[in-house]
């Protein structure tokens, strides 16, 4: 079988069976294209049978040379392990190349969160002055009390929003649904960005529906977004780097710390593996050490025999 039919059948299987989004099947298929051109280019290797692992190897170190991170790299290496692994299950290949191919190891970067009063300082760096001042201190209010993506965020649907039981349904990653409660700032700010903003719009056709809108009554781009917050954190002075998904961060790790469970953190998150959640325990080291006092049998019997001299 040759790249292009293989690719074809490969996005087919990552849109239909895997049901990821457009963006993370288009990063697939860039990993791909890319050792595509490299096994014809270096090897002359145009078909599926004969690539093999020591030109798997050649290309991850070919990769390294390039000098991208290792983070890059293990993306790389996910993406071609996932390629093959798909090429066994359609009955193109009999054996995977990839089953011996190590990905380099990658520490466990923790994310970079706001305080509270960062973020109050950020609300009130918004210019409400400006005609546009309110939706954008709904953005950051609904960023914070939501944990959305910004992918998500310009794509909520006034639809989906119940204002009487405070509660938002957010479509994400590869289409898959969840609800998550609207807090009162966030239900008052978009309530009044409704009213006082959105309403005087010349909206589109097929952005009715659509929450958060620009000036010409279309949605927002992911990089507009990006840049109202780098504006409004350099207006509140905030010194560490600050994007959208910064505020995903905080409202994650302001759950944590507060003793949310992390099962319902997961769920709002919309984290497929409960593993990408634990994340945010690490940030707290009050909430570690409560888990072990808690659930270790032997704090637990140390807790229990100072609990017993106490009652003396």
């Not at 390294?64 to 790389?76: F, I, K, P």
């Not at 954190?233 to 961060?249: C, G, L």
Request: net charge positive.
């Amino acid at each position: 079988m040759t790249w292009d039919n293989a690719i074809e059948n490969y996005k087919t299987f990552l849109i239909l069976e895997k049901s990821l989004s457009a963006n993370s099947v288009e990063a697939y298929l860039n990993d791909i294209r890319k050792l595509a051109k490299y096994c014809e280019e270096k090897h002359n290797v145009k078909q599926m049978e004969e690539v093999s692992y020591d030109i798997l190897k050649d290309y991850l170190g070919f990769v390294n040379e390039m000098g991208v991170t290792h983070r890059t790299q293990a993306r790389s290496i996910s993406s071609v392990r996932s390629f093959f692994k798909f090429l066994v299950y359609d009955g193109v290949l009999e054996t995977n190349p990839t089953k011996l191919l190590e990905a380099p190891k990658i520490g466990r970067k923790l994310p970079s969160i706001l305080t509270v009063e960062e973020i109050d300082a950020i609300l009130g760096a918004v210019e409400m002055y400006k005609p546009e001042g309110q939706r954008n201190k709904a953005i950051i209010e609904t960023l914070y009390s939501c944990g959305l993506r910004v992918s998500e965020l310009i794509s909520v649907k006034i639809s989906n929003i119940n204002f009487r039981m405070g509660i938002l349904k957010i479509e994400g990653k590869g289409n898959k649904e969840r609800i998550i409660p609207l807090s009162k700032n966030a239900k008052q700010e978009i309530k009044l960005y409704m009213k006082g903003y959105r309403d005087y719009l010349d909206i589109q056709k097929g952005f009715e529906d659509i929450l958060f809108l620009n000036k010409r009554g279309t949605s927002l781009s992911r990089v507009m977004v990006f840049n109202i917050i780098k504006h409004l954190a350099e207006r509140a002075k905030i010194q560490k780097p600050v994007s959208p998904h910064t505020f995903r961060h905080s409202f994650a790790s302001h759950l944590v710390t507060g003793g949310a469970d992390l099962r319902a953190v997961q769920d709002m998150l919309g984290h497929e593996s409960i593993l990408t959640t634990e994340i945010y325990t690490h940030l707290d080291n009050n909430y570690l050490k409560e888990t072990i006092n808690q659930f270790h049998p032997r704090t637990k019997d140390n807790a229990q025999k100072e609990q017993a001299k106490k009652n003396k």
